[in-house]
């Protein structure tokens, strides 16, 4: 059973998500706080984590900081970004520090499950990093 983790600071999100991927066979966790998220990815290998990039009442972009964390941590993860507040250079952002997919709510469940699984079924990309 492959492990999900959602963090997005909005419960009816964590709480839909949860429902739709543990009906479609995923084990799935989720936070609504960094903390949470961070404990969470350093105890939990996950197959995809999804999340939104600005979590809590200082609606700074902290997502980022989990991008990076998980890119390092499991380099196999696949990270889903699921947020209202996309643009262009916060797409590309999250591309930089590793995020596979960059998606903008409102998303109906059904297409971010296709893109989780096109995402779990094609190979990681190879990242190559300058010294």
């Known amino acids: ?35 949470e998220a961070e404990k969470l990815i350093e105890t939990t290998d996950y197959k995809v984590v999804i999340q939104d990039l600005r979590l ?39 591309r930089r520090c590793g995020a596979d997919a960059f998606l903008r709510k409102p998303k109906p469940l059904s297409q971010v499950a296709q893109v989780i699984q096109g995402l779990i079924e094609s190979p990681p990309k190879q990242t190559i990093r300058s010294a």
């Open 1 to 35: 059973m492959p492990r999900l983790l959602v963090v997005d600071d909005e419960e009816s999100i964590c709480f839909s998500m949860s429902e739709y991927f543990s009906l479609h066979g995923y084990k799935v966790d989720t936070a609504r706080e960094l903390d």
């Open 56 to 94: 809590g009442a200082a609606r700074n972009p902290d997502g980022f900081d989990i991008i990076k964390q998980v890119h390092s941590r499991t380099p196999n993860t696949r990270i889903v970004v699921l947020t209202a507040y996309g643009s262009a250079e916060m797409e590309d952002e999250a």
